[in-house]
């Protein structure tokens, strides 16, 4: 089974600043399989990123994918104040969905 | 557009069974998707269960699969999750989703809102 690990656990920056978060598989992956989500308290998850870089429908264009084999980025161009949420990687491989421990996105 | 919604006992005693339905409005359970269930224990990170094709094609989490089954009503156009056996592990808010229909994108694109199960006698 594949793990993946996210880093950091919590990254603490001010609005308008740029924010990078990693996601890294414990094995090479197929870039189509791995998708983000952003989860605010109290609410489901919200799809942003799936395919590694397609940004779901409605997603602002701060928000970019990149990345392949085990290493894949979520960055966030610019913060605005509603960006300030926990994130989730998430890979489908070998008929199961895995998702990352988060990255909680907190305001400095 | 699609909405999704979950229902069922919020309240379940340890060794029974949590029971939980689906309800899809603005799609049918008949189309091109693959529908899930993901849980999330209080203060903690998302763990997917499962998904079901209309077909009754199913694909489990192998560490819940012993107490795990999804099923599909497409006449009521709903899909219900069993986890048998539960424990106080087993509280968490439960989501019903919906894949992307892609055959080779992944994820998942719709969401219901949650329904919380507390575990406890």
């Known amino acids: 089974e594949i793990v993946l690990t996210q880093s950091p656990g919590t990254l603490s920056l001010s609005p308008g600043e740029r924010a990078t978060l990693s996601c890294r598989a414990s094995?090479?992956?197929?870039?189509?399989?791995l998708a983000w989500y952003q989860q605010k308290p109290g609410q489901a998850p919200r799809l942003l990123i799936y395919?590694?870089?397609y940004r779901a429908t409605g997603i602002p264009d701060r928000f970019s994918g990149s990345g392949s084999g085990t290493d894949f980025t979520l960055t966030i161009s610019r913060l605005e104040p509603e960006d300030f949420a926990v994130y989730y990687c998430?890979?489908?491989?070998?008929?199961?969905?895995?998702f990352g421990q988060g990255t909680k996105l907190e305001i400095k | 557009q699609v909405q999704l919604q979950e229902s069922g006992p919020g309240l379940v005693k340890p060794s029974g069974t949590l029971s939980l339905t689906c309800a899809v409005s603005?799609?049918?359970?008949?189309?091109?998707?693959?529908w899930s269930w993901v849980r999330q224990p209080p203060g903690k990170g998302l763990e997917w269960i499962g998904e079901i094709y209309h077909s009754g094609s199913t694909n489990y989490n192998p560490s819940l699969k012993s107490r795990v089954t999804i099923s599909v009503d497409k006449s009521k156009n709903q899909f219900s999750l069993k986890l048998n056996d539960v424990t106080a592990a087993d509280t968490a808010v439960y989501y019903c989703?919906?894949?992307?229909?892609?055959?080779?994108?992944?994820?998942?694109?719709?969401w219901g809102q949650g329904t919380t199960v507390t575990v406890s006698s």
């Open positions: 998430q890979l489908y491989g070998s008929s199961l969905y895995t």
């Open positions: 603005g799609g049918s359970t008949s189309s091109s998707n693959w």
């Open positions: 094995q090479g992956v197929t870039s189509s399989y």
């Open positions: 989703a919906r894949d992307l229909g892609s055959s080779w994108l992944y994820g998942l694109g719709v």
């Open positions: 395919g590694a870089s």
